[in-house]
């Protein structure tokens, strides 16, 4: 463990809450947040969490040696205690799931940055403004 | 301690309005000087270039100075105040991140305490700043559209954004409810304009525009100001004003990218580091000769600290939207922003409507309010949600109180050991009561767009970086810091042109008004260069 990494069990504990809290699924054919690539770049993505990530993992310490529903009871109480560490959990796996490759084209986007090809956006009907321009005055002078 | 040659002018900061004074300022052919502790923006490293655009909104182009933590920026002690403070230390200042939202401040309110009976009016009013807005509308880029019975007549340059999917949905419920709205106007291109290449939609342009469609005052007034002669120096960080005998401002002590002490000399000094920079750098540039701070005879350097309270209400439709396709603010009403004596608080607050957000940050937001679960249903519920929000933001009128205030901190520095900020902040009374009102219109108006699942946030993560009224200008040196023109009561070589001179802060977002009134600062200046001093 350095100042930028974490330990091999604090790791594990990392990979069981991120599959806990975004599993796989059938249905909707995506991966869980502790896909193997998922996982990777939720690891080396941790920046400026790292020491808010290093004290929920000591609060969840062995959570990835707790069979199913032993760790999704133990997740949940960590969840529902809320503050800064679980933001910083919540945030350090979603960050990293919503913008591989697999699930963004799974919610029917491009999996790809805005820039350079930006995105159409409608004109939109300007007769909705109609009623509007019939408006007195609403402000007043001074 | 190494020191420089001579400038006429120094300004310090880049941002919205030291960069248009700079601009202003250079047909005098003056030596300006300006120095801005951050670096120039490079466009082609905006986070919308890279797959991790939204992650790095919350890393090194996060809206709150400390989490972002770069070189450039400094601390902010803001653990005592009720909302976060938002900034951006770079060559653009808060335009770089601003949502280039455009509304002006309305005549009524520059003269809350004549017309509402609180606060003070200011010693300006909307039309001496009318033909400076006009102006900056046109050197900023604005689109928009005349015709608004909300606002006082404009002319903006460009056309108005689209409406867009999630702008019809809006349009069409403000119209079933009978409230007035109209398209925002913005800063952001339309078309192309002096070089800007028009808006491509790449999503929510907080954290700058690599397209360059934004107008952030490095692409827009800095360039023009350049070639007129005037002198940008970027990582340089003033420390002190220094006063000589005379009562006058001789320069500054500033450190260099190498944190090399130096003294720069100036016969005018202009500081442009809005409402929290300004009033560090006068309480840090305390002497023998002010030992309250700089400038600060009055005693309100630093007060009256107005942040805009600004509650957000989402709730989310049944069809999909435009989500993060489009610039995030598509419209605004001003049903609700001047005084009716039938409600139960004074002023008003004008609703801003957002198209949509991406796919992390609706994660995350859903998570963190408990609408999007852990577990199996996870994927389920989401699908609900993402690309189906609409919401509606409030900005509060903010009235000033001397509590809520910026004062140095004992003990936190940034990396060159300067103090760093203070912030103490509460919402008054006044103000509670109109978020209240607002939060209900705004849930009105989501219930009847057909919107479920309807969420409030109220202040704490809502900042929106507007940080006014700690050094007010007004006729009395005894109940203000700077006179009607910006220049210092106490020090009559030194000037303030930005946000912290506001006297009270209107229900909007202030860019506008800022750049207004410091192109009105530099003009006065140059009609009265025969006697700046006298």
Known sequence: MTAETLSPSQTDDLRRIAGLMVPASEEFKVPGADDPKIFADIEKSIGRDMADIRKAMAALAGISKLDDAAAMARAETFRSAGGPLVAAVERCVLQCYYRDDRVVISLGLEARPPFPKGHVLEQGDWSLLDPVRKRAKMWRDA | MAANEMVDVLIIGSGASGAAVAWSLAETKMRIVCMEQGDWMKPSEYPSTGRDWEARRMADFDIFPNRRGRETDYPINDSESAMKIANFNGVGGGTVFYTAHWPRMNPSDFRVKSLDGVAEDWPIDYWTLEKFFEENDRMMGVSGLEGDPGVPPRHPPMPPLPLG???????????????????????????????????????????????????????????????????????????????????????????????????QPAEVVIVACNGVGTPRLLLNSASSRHPNGLANSSGLVGRNLMLHPWPQVRGYADERNDGAHAPMLSMWSKQFYETDPSRDFVRGYTMQFARGTGVVNEAIQSMSVGALPWGADHHKVYRDLVYRRLQVGIACDDLPEECNRVTLDPVLKDSNGIPAAKIDYRLGENTKRMMEHGIARATEILEAAGAKNIYTSRTLLNSPGHTLGT????????????????????????????????????????TSTIQAIALYIADQMKQRLATLFD
């Not at chain 2, 040196?477 to 209107?506: C, M, Q, Y």
Request: glycine share 12%; net charge neutral.
């Open chain 2, 471 to 510: 050094c007010r200008m007004g006729n009395d040196p005894e109940t203000s810091v700077v006179n009607a023109w910006g220049r210092s009561h106490d020090v009559k070589n030194l000037f303030i042109v930005d946000g912290s001179v506001w006297v009270t802060g209107g229900g909007m977002n202030p």
């Open chain 2, 165 to 263: 999917k999630t702008g019809t949905v809006y349009a069409k419920t403000m119209n079933k409810l009978g409230w007035h709205w109209w398209p925002s106007d913005s800063t952001i291109a339309t078309q192309d304009y002096e070089g800007r290449a028009k808006c491509i939609n790449l999503g929510h342009c907080t954290p700058g525009c690599a397209q360059g469609a934004k107008a952030s005052t490095d692409i827009t007034y800095w360039p023009l100001a350049i070639r007129a002669g005037v002198e940008l120096r970027t990582r340089c960080r003033v420390r002190e004003i220094v006063t000589n005998e005379h009562g006058m401002a001789s320069g500054v002590i500033y450190y260099d990218a190498n944190g090399q002490e130096n003294f």
